[in-house]
T-cell receptor, first 115, second 113 residues
């Protein structure tokens, strides 16, 4: 079974540019989550999808961040325009059902550097 | 929101030594989790604890869920070089927010061969 796949693994962009991160969850996992770790800090929850619906986006930092999950398969997280403080590692995770730890699996992350 | 205080921030030990790290919270969690992150990878679940007072082992790893449900520790015995990485504690609530994980800041472990 393929794991959670994230693309790209690294991205370096200039302040003001746009970046789109992609996450392919494990096949059959309805739940998809985005987390972010800013260097030296904790991994923080950003948002949660169930299929194509956003269940909770309370962790999204501001309206420069837009997450989508069209068709309930892969998800994208767009940052527009990027700011220096957006640098960090963005993790995606997926799980089979909400709650508990049923297959709650993280991807390898996208390291975003804004210069 | 909930915050987890994880300590120590980093540890530098010799191969064969035992290691202990812990997390405390001002809030109660229903599940405590310990993850390890290798360089360039995502967090991987090591141990999950579901009941207050529970003590669980996974090979050389032992973790306990505190009686108050506000703390947990992870012990690694007889460390080896591949134990190097960042260890995160995480708490999970039950009920409506039980999909979210709240993480500590991590403990960076370096093992000197």
């Amino acid at each position: 079974e393929a794991g959670v796949t994230q693309f790209p693994s690294h991205s370096v962009i200039e302040k003001g540019q746009t970046v789109t991160l992609r996450c392919d969850p494990i096949s059959g996992h309805d739940n998809l989550y985005w987390y972010r770790r800013v260097m030296g800090k904790e991994i923080k929850f950003l948002l949660h999808f169930v299929k194509e619906s956003k269940q909770d986006e309370s962790g999204m930092p501001n309206n420069r961040f837009l997450a989508e999950r069209t068709g309930g398969t892969y998800s994208t997280l767009k940052v527009q325009p990027a700011e220096l403080e957006d640098s960090g590692v963005y993790f995606c995770a997926s799980s089979q059902r909400t709650g508990g730890l049923y297959g709650y699996t993280f991807g390898s992350g996208t390291r975003l550097t804004v210069v | 929101g909930q915050q987890l205080n994880q300590s120590p921030q980093s540890m530098f030990i010799q191969e064969g030594e035992d290691v202990s790290m812990n997390c405390t919270s001002s809030s109660i969690f229903n599940t405590w989790l310990w993850y390890k992150q290798d360089p360039g990878e995502g967090p991987v679940l090591l141990i999950a604890l579901y009941k207050a007072g529970e003590l669980t082992s996974n090979g050389r790893l032992t973790a306990q869920f505190g009686i108050t449900r506000k703390d947990s520790f992870l012990n690694i015995s007889a460390s080896i070089p591949s134990d190097v990485g960042i260890y995160f504690c995480a708490g999970q609530l039950s009920g409506g927010s039980n999909y979210k994980l709240t993480f500590g800041k991590g403990t960076l472990l370096t093992v000197n061969p």
